[in-house]
């Protein structure tokens, strides 16, 4: 079983940073064994994918809408992973939630992840 909680959401100005942390309770396996991920959902929209981290944070990935802006990284010493979002814009604003899958290479379909944080609301003001 794995518990994820998501923190650092906020409400910030179009070309602000936010710091976005996921903590990891897992019993049974350790951190280091699940593939991270992020998504975000935005109000009549669907989930979509954001970033993805491979188990020893080797590899990642990212959406296009993101990529060079955000920064996804995890410190499997303290079962956290984080994503940093750079030059924010308001098409960002979305709740972002964190995913753990257990299998896969940087899986960027919700289907593959078996475990998901409640979310947090971002919101980016023009």
């Known amino acids: 079983q794995v518990q994820l909680v998501e923190s650092g959401g906020g409400l910030v100005q179009a070309g602000g940073s936010l710091r976005l942390s996921c903590a990891c309770a897992?019993?049974?396996?350790?951190?280091?064994?699940?593939?991270m991920g992020w998504f975000r959902q935005a109000p009549g929209k669907e989930r979509d994918f954001v970033a993805a981290?491979?188990?020893?944070?080797?590899?990642?990935y990212y959406a296009d809408s993101v990529k060079g802006r955000f920064t996804i990284s995890r410190d499997n010493a303290k079962n956290t992973v984080y994503v940093q979002m750079n030059s924010l814009k308001p098409e960002d604003t979305a709740v972002y939630y964190c995913?753990?899958?257990?299998?896969?290479?940087?899986?960027?379909?919700?289907?593959?992840?078996?475990?998901w944080g409640q979310g947090t609301q971002v919101t980016v003001s023009s």
């Open positions: 897992a019993s049974g396996r350790p951190f280091g064994n699940y593939a």
């Open positions: 995913a753990a899958a257990l299998q896969g290479y940087l899986p960027t379909i919700r289907s593959a992840y078996e475990y």
């Open positions: 981290i491979t188990q020893r944070g080797r590899s990642t």
